[in-house]
């Protein structure tokens, strides 16, 4: 038997680092470098643009990883916008270019992670003032309002090998949703887009696991009306616009027939978010759409990454602030279960490759002998657990009072309902508040096996010319040239 290898001294020091003034050095260096390639100046090149935005990453990732302490201190600092801001930047700029994916798995990983604490949704609420160069339409609003909207964004004319990530994104909107105060009308329309899309019958019904984004959708919803309705009367109007989606959800059809009748609509019908016309009226000054990829940027199939299920564990948030996690059995909620028979979506990422994957994703569900079937029985066992009384408790309540204020005074101004509604009240008339449910990163097997290859693929690639790897045992990828 072989000795064990020499610690790594690198790792054993980091782990080490406790003084705040250290925290706030690293803090305040990861934060201005990844900042840079944002700053807009009055003189052509008058600042360098660093171009190692993917080794920063990297390297906060594992920071976070090794010093819990840091991530502490990162979770309860202000300079953690400072954080947000660029990785939303590089997100958005990246969506559409299918050689950047890892960089947008470890963007969406690290706002997963700082997503599983309170202070860093608390600290969303902060205005957003400055104007980063972002082909997203212009708002004026909060840094929760950047993050809903560049996620919109990604989710609506990103490339289709980001469709794995739907549920993190999804995910850490809800985790951030019980705390936030005041939605912009442009982020309220967002979220209420996503779900018109998602809740198309014929989307539905096509993959085992489309239902949950409409769950995490509508967790997003009931958050925000039973721990923020005060502040937030542009969300409240969106969704009694569009309060027709909610009645589809509610009657959803579940005979064979019907099912059958909308997966013949699919054939027809557009992607359930349209790709093509998804250019949403004035975008920010300065904005420009998403730019070729770097030279050195990993274009590789990395490993398939798990599903949100092994990426997070629930932690429930009791009254004084403080998190218990809880027990698998008991935290499995009807957006995670599956149907007799049907293998979990994350059970069948680690057993198959990316690419079969990908495949697996492109065919029909009614396509092949043996392929997976919706059956009345499926959709009654999740429809019937839609988590609709709130909204629809909201709903009864709140759009006979607006109707009779718009029959009563003529009104066709939306401002006068909206400041009506920022003065109601649904105190006493709402189901009891559920518990506030955070899904926290966890560490996991899938997730080790994926930063691996991507932080040696980043390494492999940026040391390529000139050729240091040539004539040498390193044989990490096999070079295509397409």
Not at 41 to 50: A, D, G, H, V
Not at 108 to 129: A, D, M
Not at 148 to 169: A, E, N, W, Y
Not at 356 to 366: K, V
Request: charged share 20%.
């Amino acid at each position: 038997m072989q000795p064990p290898g020499p610690d790594n001294l690198f790792v054993n020091y980091l782990s080490r680092i406790h003084r705040e003034e250290d925290f706030q050095f690293v803090l305040k260096g990861v934060a201005r470098l990844l900042s840079n390639p944002l700053l807009q100046t009055y003189l052509p090149n008058s600042t360098k643009k660093i171009q190692f935005h993917q080794e920063l990453l990297v390297l906060f990732w594992k920071l976070c990883d090794f010093n819990k302490k840091f991530l502490f201190f990162v979770l309860k600092s202000s300079d953690v916008l400072d954080i947000l801001v660029p990785i939303l930047y590089f997100l958005n700029d990246a969506r559409a270019d299918q050689s950047r994916v890892g960089l947008m798995h470890i963007g969406v990983f690290i706002l997963l992670l700082l997503s599983g604490e309170r202070n860093f949704g608390v600290r969303l609420n902060k205005p957003y003032s400055v104007r980063v160069p972002m082909d997203i339409p212009v708002f004026t609003g909060t840094h929760a309002d950047l993050l809903i909207i560049v996620f919109h964004k990604i989710i609506t004319s990103g490339h289709q090998r980001l469709q794995p990530l739907f549920d993190c994104l999804l995910t850490i909107i809800v985790n951030v949703s019980p705390y936030l105060k005041s939605l912009s009308m442009v982020a309220a329309n967002k979220l209420l887009h996503l779900l018109e899309a998602f809740s198309t019958t014929w989307f539905l019904f096509s993959m085992v696991q489309n239902h949950h984004l409409v769950f995490f959708l509508l967790e997003v919803f009931n958050n925000i009306i039973q721990y923020q309705f005060d502040g937030n009367s542009n969300l409240v109007y969106a969704i009694i616009r569009k309060r027709n989606v909610f009645h589809q959800l509610a009657n959803l059809p579940t005979d064979l027939q019907s099912i059958q009748k909308a997966l013949q609509r699919k054939k027809k019908a557009p992607e359930p978010i349209s790709r093509t016309n998804s250019q949403e009226g004035m975008s920010m000054e300065g904005s420009r759409p998403a730019a070729p990829a770097e030279p050195g940027t990993l274009k590789a199939s990395l490993v398939a990454t798990p599903g949100i299920d092994k990426l997070t564990e629930k932690s429930q948030v009791s009254e004084d602030g403080t998190m218990r996690s809880l027990e698998p059995e008991s935290s499995q909620s009807p957006a995670e279960e599956n149907p007799p028979g049907v293998a979990s979506d994350t059970e069948t990422w680690n057993m198959e490759s990316s690419q079969s994957r990908r495949d697996r994703r492109r065919l029909s569900s009614t396509s092949s002998v043996g392929q997976w079937n919706p059956t009345p029985e499926w959709v009654v066992s999740w429809k019937s657990k839609l988590p609709l009384q709130t909204i629809m408790r909201l709903l009864q309540v709140l759009v006979p009072q607006v109707e009779k204020i718009c029959i009563d005074k003529g009104l066709t101004d939306e401002s006068e309902i909206l400041k009506f509604l920022q003065h109601g009240t649904l105190v006493g008339l709402l189901p009891v508040p559920h518990p506030i449910l955070i899904r926290k990163y966890q560490a996991n097997s899938g997730t080790a096996m994926w930063f691996r290859t991507y932080m040696w693929g980043v390494i492999y690639l940026r040391n390529v010319d000139p050729p240091i790897w040539y004539d040498t045992d390193v044989k990490l990828f096999e070079i295509q040239r397409v």
